[in-house]
């Protein structure tokens, strides 16, 4: 079974710093997929990035990137000149080529400060 | 465009009183859909997911049901509910064709179980 660990529960920014969120997983396949969620107070969660395993590149979306280390099984998320909007719960999530679940992590609470 | 709706927003029930919580997508067809749970401060559990109606599939054992009654309709019940029923409840679809894996989450409703 996949598991998806995401070693600081809590993380505070400086508005306008870089700050970089850990996720490490574990699997046995070869083709997978990878994404992170923000869920802001109100709840909503959002698809922020995703990467396909199969990619070399790392995906990139603005102020939000990737580090995806295939062989470490590393899948860090890289938020450039942090707003304060960016305050939220982050979760790193899991999918594997066979059935339908997404795994996700125990989730990153991020604090910008002003 | 499509949009996830998710009703109530929020809810107090007493144990033991029948619970029914739905989710409805729109502007696509022949979605998957899932229910979640997140307990306070905590990552997500998988509950149900639904590749077609009337086909659900259980992840944990537990006091809730799901039924897909409609292709866009997903809907969480429960006889008799209990206090560890309380959390956030989360609804989310992913597109039934093609190689898109990511998932896309309604607003969620926030049960209280008194």
Redesign the interface.
């Known amino acids: 079974a996949q598991t998806v660990t995401q070693s600081q529960p809590e993380m505070s920014v400086q508005e306008a710093e870089t700050v970089t969120l850990s996720c490490t997983y574990d699997t046995s396949e070869n083709n997978y997929?990878l994404?992170w969620?923000k869920q802001p107070p109100?709840?909503?969660?959002?698809?922020v990035i995703?990467q396909e395993a199969y990619k070399q590149q790392n995906a990139t979306e603005n102020r939000f990137s990737v580090n995806f280390q295939k062989a470490a099984k590393s899948f860090s998320l890289k938020i450039s000149d942090s707003q304060l909007g960016d305050t939220a719960m982050y979760?790193c999530a899991f999918?594997g080529t066979a059935g339908?679940?997404?795994t996700?992590?125990?989730?990153t609470r991020l604090m910008v400060k002003p | 465009s499509q949009t996830i709706h998710q009703w109530p927003a929020t809810l107090v029930q007493p144990v033991g009183s029948p619970l029914s919580l739905e989710c409805t997508v729109e502007g696509t067809s022949n979605p998957?859909l899932?229910w979640y749970r997140q307990a306070a401060?905590?990552?997500?559990q998988?509950l149900f997911?639904s590749?077609g109606i009337g086909q659900i599939?259980s992840?944990v054992p537990q006091n809730l049901s799901a039924s897909r009654p409609q292709d866009r309709q997903f809907i969480l019940s429960s006889k008799k509910l209990l206090l560890s029923d309380s959390g956030?409840y989360?609804c989310?679809w992913?597109t039934g064709f093609g190689n898109s894996?990511?998932?896309?989450?309604?607003?969620?409703t926030?049960l209280t179980v008194t």
Do not use: D, H, W
Not at chain 1, 104 to 107: I, M
Not at chain 2, 41 to 44: D, Q, V
């Open positions: 997929y994404f969620y109100s709840r909503q969660m959002i698809l995703r979760f999918k339908n679940m997404l996700f992590g125990g989730g | 998957n899932y401060g905590r990552g997500l998988l997911y590749v599939s992840e956030f989360l989310a992913k894996y990511e998932q896309y989450f309604g607003p969620g926030r």
